[in-house]
């Protein structure tokens, strides 16, 4: 299985909305529903923003949203604050049992 | 509140076995949820290794599969990842998590609880 596919970097000023897409095929990403979203601050455990394409876990941001078109995914940030520097990756069940991450985005606020 | 604690060594010799334990706390490792390994090469990012259920079932990453082995010890509420014939490129930073199944049901599968991680170097 490879990799999800994501931008190396993607960066903005403070108050602008960002969005991270994440590809990958018909056997992850664009056949399931599946697709969840991790923020991983330097030295930090990945921590969970979005599961189910779109949904927030109780104590995240309304500032982040996910959704899903095909076999691509995005991750929008809105509002940016320099708390959002991190890196961000997707990941997505497949129909093997299996599970497969993005290739990391690395998120700069100007 | 479930938490998650990797140990285990953090120098391993080339083609040795690295082996690691994680416990888990504030939460039965025979609910049914399952329990998984991710590791993460320095500077690079996530790579999912497997995951087991309390019974003993597991799933692997196919390019890991031939090497890795899983186990729970439910005595100990623990689980744990053994990987053969390591080289430098298994060094990296070791998570566990679970990947939470409410009734039994998994979807949307995600993973909700991580531990801090622990690096292992992979070197004589």
Known sequence: QSALTQPASV???PGQSISISCTGTTSDVGGYNYVSWYQQHP???????????SNRPSGVSNRFSGSKSGNTASLTISGLQAEDEADY???????SSTYVFGTGTKVTVL | QVQLQES?????SPSGTLSLTCAVSGGAISSRDWWNWVRQPPGRGLEWIGEIYHS???NYNPSLKSRVT??????KNQFSLKLSSVTAADTA?????RIYCPDGVCSPYYFDYWGQGTL?????
């Open chain 2, 93 to 97: 930073v070791y998570y566990c998590a």
């Open chain 2, 70 to 75: 899983m186990s729970v010890d439910k005595s």
């Open chain 1, 11 to 13: 960066s903005g000023s």
């Open chain 1, 89 to 95: 990756y997707c990941s997505s069940y497949t129909g």
């Open chain 2, 56 to 58: 003993g079932s597991t």
């Open chain 2, 8 to 12: 285990g060594p953090g120098l391993v």
């Open chain 1, 43 to 53: 030295g930090k455990a990945p921590k969970l923003m979005i599961y189910g394409v």
């Open chain 2, 120 to 124: 292992v170097t992979v070197s004589s």
